[in-house]
């Protein structure tokens, strides 16, 4: 009984998913931002379980004068073996529906 209602209770709780891991707003506009800042989050344990230094992790992630292109070379190697973990997905879908770049095999409606 006591479940029943907890549970009845909890159903008429609104909730908004605002669940993110991406830096402050005023971080964000205040540095240079690239593709790297994307696969930051979750998947820095993917991407060192991959074999990625953690000191060439920290540098993708820090270094803003870094060229895209170095970050790329750095990044490449490891990005087959973290591709399809769920922890790649939310980037995966921003850099295709946002920017327009599909970095695995899909295909446009």
């Known amino acids: 009984m006591i479940k029943?209602?907890?549970l009845k209770t909890l159903m008429?709780?609104?909730?908004i998913d605002a669940h993110q891991h991406l830096p402050p707003e005023?971080?964000?506009v205040s540095r240079r931002v690239d593709f790297f800042l994307l696969f930051s989050t979750y998947c820095r344990a993917d991407l060192c379980s991959a074999g990625m230094e953690p000191a060439v992790y920290d540098?993708?992630?820090?270094?803003?004068?870094?060229?895209?292109?170095d970050k790329w070379?750095?990044?490449?190697?490891f990005y087959p073996?973290?591709?399809y973990g769920s922890y790649a997905k939310p980037a995966l879908i921003w850099l295709r529906?946002?920017?327009g770049y599909c970095l695995v095999p899909c295909a446009r409606p």
Do not use: Y
Request: proline residues 9%; glycine residues 0%; without cysteine.
């Open 81 to 83: 073996m973290v591709k």
């Open 73 to 77: 070379k750095a990044f490449s190697p």
């Open 97 to 99: 529906e946002v920017l």
């Open 12 to 15: 008429d709780v609104p909730v």
């Open 59 to 69: 540098r993708l992630r820090n270094d803003q004068d870094m060229p895209v292109e």
């Open 26 to 28: 005023e971080e964000l």
């Open 4 to 6: 029943s209602e907890i």
